[in-house]
Nanobody
Framework: QVQVVESGGGLVQPGGSLRLSCATSGGIFAFNAMGWYRQAPGKQRELVASINSGITNYADSVKGRFTISRDNAKNTVSLQMNSLKFEDTAVYYC??????????WGQGTQVTVSS
């Protein structure tokens, strides 16, 4: 059974940094694409960043502040978030798509930016 587990959320002041991590396990197919999404209260879930075969993609709102990276050996993906803003407050979700197209989601981790 495939598991996707996020960690690293928390409370941070504006301008601060957090690093989110996502670990995957299980399944017999490798993951090619992995990414981070977020959902703020009352809003739709939106893409934050993704990585696929080393190619990264970022939402305009986080470009230059967030960095996605992947450790292929460990099947993990991380999101380094710097210069955090109030509007970055959301539940952050990791997803992973395997080589036969199945998409798996984690349970989410809360990020709160507050003074």
């Amino acid at each position: 059974q495939v598991q996707v587990v996020e960690s690293g959320g928390g409370l941070v002041q504006p301008g601060g940094s957090l690093r989110l991590s996502c670990a995957t396990s299980g399944g017999i197919f490798a993951f090619n694409a992995m990414g981070w999404y977020r959902q703020a209260p009352g809003k739709q879930r939106e893409l934050v960043a993704s990585i696929n075969s080393g190619i990264t993609n970022y939402a305009d709102s986080v470009k230059g502040r967030f960095t996605i990276s992947r450790d292929n050996a460990k099947n993990t993906v991380s999101l380094q978030m710097n210069s955090l803003k109030f509007e970055d407050t959301a539940v952050y979700y990791c997803n992973a798509r395997n080589t036969v197209g199945y998409l798996y989601w984690g349970q989410g981790t809360q990020v709160t930016v507050s003074s």
